[in-house]
């Protein structure tokens, strides 16, 4: 009954939006991708995307005043926006495992020309095969979609990305604990805190942010674990990393709609006087099947666009910067059409949550064709096998470098002070002085 609420609620908002805007600006009816039917549109309608836009220059945007120093009136000023404040990211999963440099350089390009934010593995199972071997350098052994740690922390550093260690702890032992795990949760607490204060003392100085515990809901059927070792988890993490390095939680899929019990969770574990910073949400269309049915508009509604408000609507009950921290959009197929349906799907679920006040980014899941884990789909990167960008990936590039950026060159005005509506981030100004010299300042 609560979910069919928050349906009626999110139906209301829309429209509600949808109603100001159209008294406003009136309605921009949207261009139509052929791949997708009137289904779809129905539902992503052109009220919902004026709701949208409006919400995103609300949310997204910030009046500023850039006061320009010793500026004849009338001297060309060029204003660019450098960075977003947002964070748009990917794992980092395949960093130096493609088959030619060429391949592996376009896979570093991509951070910084696309994503300014990395999820950086560290799967303890992977991380640390062997008590007490750790596979943090560069000449560690080889292991899929696990690539040594320390040459990876140094390629974000070098780039100047934002980074997120996933995870200390995973929730599910037969992803995230090594095969040598004792099978005692006393031995193994002390096993958990020690790993702790290992990435601790290593990476806390470099790595500023963390899930701290991946995937806790279930933890009463996903193995043996020590006893309330996501309290206690994060409670070493506080004693170990300095006070600068943020925690998260990351749980849950998108699918599964408003989950009340995630928010329970987040919210006992604040009580407890945990630092949870953020919270992390997933959305995975694993299935291909799933993006031709939502394309026809014959799916079962679960990712419809008042389903995934409702979800961050409930998640914002936290109190707390939502990330949508994990996303898998399949291609039906390598087709034309196929990969114009994962083009529309992915501008469309970035738009919605680019909007919502509470979401502080959104991180690619997969950035290359076939470089899932083994049993995910092999047509949800934004490159295809030979690192060739796909349409999904030109789509983002327009709205994340583009669309959402804001540039532009106007004359000094005779106050010297320039005035405008943009996109929240870091600004270059560049002008020439009254003696003719080039000043460049930032904002």
Request: proline share 5%; glycine share 6%.
């Amino acid at each position: 009954m609560s979910v069919f609420i928050d349906f009626i609620k999110m139906r209301r908002m829309i429209l509600v939006a949808g109603a100001l805007l159209l008294l406003g600006t009136g309605t921009v009816a949207q261009d139509k991708n052929p791949a997708m039917s009137e289904a779809f549109y129905k539902t992503w309608n052109d009220s919902l995307q004026n709701a949208i836009d409006q919400r995103i220059d609300r949310y997204r945007k910030a009046d500023m005043e850039i006061f320009l120093e010793n500026v004849k009136p009338g001297t060309t000023v060029t204003v660019e926006q450098i960075s977003h404040d947002f964070l748009f990211g990917s794992n980092i999963f395949l960093f130096g495992q493609l088959d030619t440099p060429e391949k592996n350089k376009k896979y570093e390009d991509a951070f910084g020309d696309l994503f300014n934010a990395a999820t950086i593995a560290f799967y303890w199972k992977e991380l640390e095969p062997e008590k007490g071997k750790i596979r943090f350098t560069a000449d560690s052994p080889y292991c899929y979609r696990r690539p040594p740690t320390d040459p990876v922390v140094a390629f974000c550093e070098s780039k100047g990305l934002h980074t997120k260690g996933h995870a200390i702890i995973y929730g599910i032992r037969s992803w995230g604990h090594p095969t040598w795990m004792p099978e005692d949760r006393k031995v193994m607490e002390k096993e958990f805190e020690r790993h702790v204060r290992d990435l601790a003392e290593r990476y806390g100085n470099r790595v500023k942010n963390w899930d701290v515990v991946n995937e806790c809901y279930d933890q009463a059927n996903r193995g043996l674990m020590p006893d309330d070792y996501t309290y206690k988890t994060f409670k070493w993490a506080m004693q170990y990393f300095p006070k600068d390095v943020s925690f998260n939680m990351n749980e849950c899929d998108m699918h599964w709609g408003p989950t009340k019990r995630y928010v329970e969770i987040a919210r006992n574990l604040i009580d407890r006087g945990i630092r949870v910073d953020n919270v992390g949400v997933q959305m995975h269309i694993f299935r291909p099947e799933e993006s031709r049915k939502i394309a026809e508009g014959t799916d079962d509604g679960r990712l419809a666009p008042e389903r995934l408000w409702a979800t961050m609507e409930c998640l914002t009950d936290i109190g707390r910067p939502i990330f949508i921290s994990e996303v898998t959009i399949s291609a039906p197929d390598e087709t034309p059409r196929g990969l114009e349906i994962q083009k529309e799907l992915t501008r469309n679920f970035y738009r919605l949550w680019f909007s919502h006040p509470s979401v502080a980014g959104i991180t690619w899941w997969n950035l290359v064709d076939g470089g899932a884990a083994p049993g995910e789909p092999s047509f949800s990167g934004l490159f295809d096998k030979e690192m060739n960008p796909k349409p999904a990936y030109e789509v983002l590039d327009g709205l994340i470098n583009h669309e959402w950026k804001t540039s532009f060159t106007e004359k000094a005005p005779k106050d010297g002070v320039i005035r405008f509506r943009g996109f929240k981030g870091q600004y270059r100004i560049t002008y020439k002085d009254r003696k003719g010299r080039v000043v460049i300042s930032y904002l």
